[in-house]
Nanobody, 125 residues
């Protein structure tokens, strides 16, 4: 079982930045396709960004294109989600997820087997 841990959430003003981290112990994240998802109460969990196992494919949800960036640091066994120019509508619990398949298809929650507990991101004045 891959236990993922997210960190880096918090309260930030609109226009600000946060960097979320996803890590695990006992497994190497570079063997997994990784996704970042977010969820607000009453809505389905949506795919924000995904990166394939070999880093040759990335996906960004339309509303975050140009503002968010996903990348890996294999030496530190961590996957980051850099979030810039944050907006109030980015407020959500953010989750990282992992799957052993080489590629994702849609960056949808059903494609991922392993999940973290989530970290709250709040964008507000």
């Amino acid at each position: 079982q891959v236990q993922l841990v997210e960190s880096g959430g918090g309260l930030v003003q609109p226009g600000g930045s946060l960097r979320l981290s996803c890590t695990t112990s006992g497994h190497l994240l570079d063997y997994y396709t990784i996704g970042w998802f977010r969820q607000v109460p009453g809505k389905e969990r949506e795919g924000v960004s995904c990166i394939s196992r070999d880093n040759d494919e990335t996906y960004y949800e339309d509303s975050v294109k140009g503002r968010f960036s996903i990348n890996r640091n294999n030496a530190k066994n961590v996957v980051y989600l850099q979030m810039d120019n944050l907006k109030p509508e980015d407020t959500a619990v953010y989750y990282c997820a992992a799957d052993v398949r080489k590629l994702f298809m849609f960056c949808s929650a059903f494609e991922f087997d392993h999940w973290g507990q989530g970290t709250q991101v709040t964008v507000s004045t």
